[in-house]
């Protein structure tokens, strides 16, 4: 499909202002990407800007609903910034900021539902590791599923916990992998969480919603709902 609209494309001579236009355009860029490559950051880019964001925001419903505790925290926090705003007044950057409890429940959903389960690396020199040899140029999946669940770094690894990042520094230990790590951070990692955070306002400020059914979820190789998570939304 995506193959198909690139060749429409260059028949065309219509100009438009999107990704794939971006990526075919030859004059500004300093490296003419051919077919392929552009199909594959398309693909990339597709997954990781609107799948990742998608299943967390779903996933974070599913943990609060099962969390009462947990749902009437973060609803105060997100209803307390409603209070000293105008009626249908946006919310702003410094309001995202001040999301410290959703911020936590955004990095507590994304451990224990495991929406990336690791990062491609390629190996620089030669690596020794517990005795085993990865030569240099190798490629190499660093599989950072098993992490999340490690009861030495995390208490009770399989329980929802949002509490557990309001510490200080949780986001500096080295065993923060949930947008990757050193040079190759996310680099959507903060609007990422921009969009997750305004979509819980606006549903916890103006909406009540409960599980229809029984959900089944697949949980590896990553997280998702094969016939989709279903909710029933009241008006507050």
Not at 140 to 167: G, H, K
């Amino acid at each position: 499909m995506l193959r198909q609209i690139l060749e429409e494309r260059k028949a065309s001579n219509e100009s438009y202002k999107d990704m794939l236009s971006c990526l075919m355009k030859t004059d500004e860029n300093k490296y003419k990407l051919n077919d392929d490559e552009i199909l594959d950051l398309e693909l990339t880019l597709m997954y990781s800007g609107y799948e990742t964001v998608s299943t967390t925001s779903m996933m974070a419903l599913k943990f609060l609903h099962d969390n009462p505790k947990a749902l009437e925290e973060i609803r105060k926090e997100h209803l307390a910034i409603r209070e000293r705003k105008k009626t249908n007044e946006p919310i702003d950057f410094d309001d995202i900021k001040s999301m410290r409890f959703t911020r936590a429940v955004i990095f507590e959903t994304s451990r224990l539902a495991t929406i990336v389960n690791g990062v491609l690396r390629k190996t620089t020199k030669d690596v020794e590791l517990n005795g085993y040899l990865i030569p240099k140029g190798w490629r190499i999946y660093v599989y950072t599923r098993e992490i999340n669940y490690d009861p030495f770094l995390y208490t009770e690894p399989l329980t929802f916990n949002p509490w557990r990042w309001m510490e200080k520094n949780s986001e500096s230990h080295n065993y923060f992998l949930l947008f990757g790590g050193g040079t190759r951070l996310c680099p959507a990692k903060e609007l990422g969480i921009t969009e997750v955070s305004t979509f819980l306002h606006y549903i916890l400020t103006r909406y009540r919603w409960e599980e229809v059914g029984e959900t089944k979820l697949k949980k590896f190789p990553r997280v998702q709902a094969p016939n989709g998570m279903h909710m029933r939304f009241l008006s507050n």
